[in-house]
T-cell receptor, first 111, second 116 residues
Framework: RKEVEQDPGPFNVPEGATVAFNCTYS??????FFWYRQDCRKEPKLLMS???SGNEDGRFTAQLNRASQYISLLIRDSKLSDSATYLC????????????FGRGTSLIVHP | SAVISQKPSRDICQRGTSLTIQCQVD?????MFWYRQQPGQSLTLIAT?????????ESGFVIDKFPISRPNLTFSTLTVSNMSPEDSSIYLC?????????????FGPGTRLLVL
């Protein structure tokens, strides 16, 4: 089993739709979780951290389910500009760390 | 967040040659990393660049092929040696910024390498 798994997609949704991605991780000792966004031919950029209680940033909601070892990202009211690849990142322990990146989920938002 | 620049942004090289990629950060950082990302794939960590000591390489990557320098807390280089077409990839420098933000990473813009 891969350490971090994501459905590569692509998820093809119309503007205004709500879309959710899941990411599963295999290391139960993982401590920190993040979602990154990567646009075509660009570097990954931090979208949001994922906190145990769940957190929201505008149209984006991230949740963590430790029991089932997955994190999720929900995007409401999708915009064309949301089209990108979303990378799940898992940090195995606190402090200095070597994170594990998922392969990414591609999202295409069409008019 | 730290501002990171990389040079060159892209290059086309002949097999058997070597290319050195530079990574400059606008502030002192403890942790610097070098990643590779092949088309359609996720990021693969090559090594952690340690200031004042030898880099720590991940499985499958060796110093002879990917020598790394880290002369100070704001600069690092990665050399791709004796290149082959299989080395064609995007090479990304990143830094860890844990000051008040948790252990997040910030990436440079990447170096796109094509080996003929």
């Amino acid at each position: 089993r891969k350490e971090v798994e994501q459905d590569p997609g692509p998820f093809n949704v119309p503007e205004g739709a709500t879309v959710a991605f899941n990411c599963t991780y295999s290391n139960s000792a993982s401590q920190s979780f993040f979602w990154y966004r990567q646009d075509c031919r660009k570097e990954p950029k931090l979208l949001m951290s994922v906190y145990s209680s769940g957190n929201e940033d505008g149209r984006f909601t991230a949740q963590l389910n430790r029991a089932s070892q997955y994190i999720s990202l929900l995007i409401r009211d999708s915009k064309l500009s949301d089209s990108a690849t979303y990378l799940c990142v898992v940090n195995p322990s606190g402090g200095s760390y070597i994170p594990t990146f998922g392969r990414g989920t591609s999202l295409i938002v069409h008019p | 967040s730290a501002v990171i620049s990389q040079k060159p942004s892209r290059d086309i090289c002949q097999r058997g040659t070597s290319l050195t990629i530079q990574c400059q950060v606008d502030s002192q950082v403890t942790m610097m990393f070098w990643y590779r990302q092949q088309p359609g794939q996720s990021l693969t960590l090559i090594a952690t660049a340690n200031q004042g000591s030898e880099a720590t390489y991940e499985s499958g990557f060796v110093i002879d092929k990917f020598p790394i320098s880290r002369p100070n807390l704001t600069f690092s280089t990665l050399t791709v040696s004796n290149m082959s077409p299989e080395d064609s990839s995007i090479y990304l420098c990143s830094v860890e910024d844990g000051v008040g933000k948790g252990e997040t990473q910030y990436f440079g813009p990447g170096t796109r390498l094509l080996v003929l």
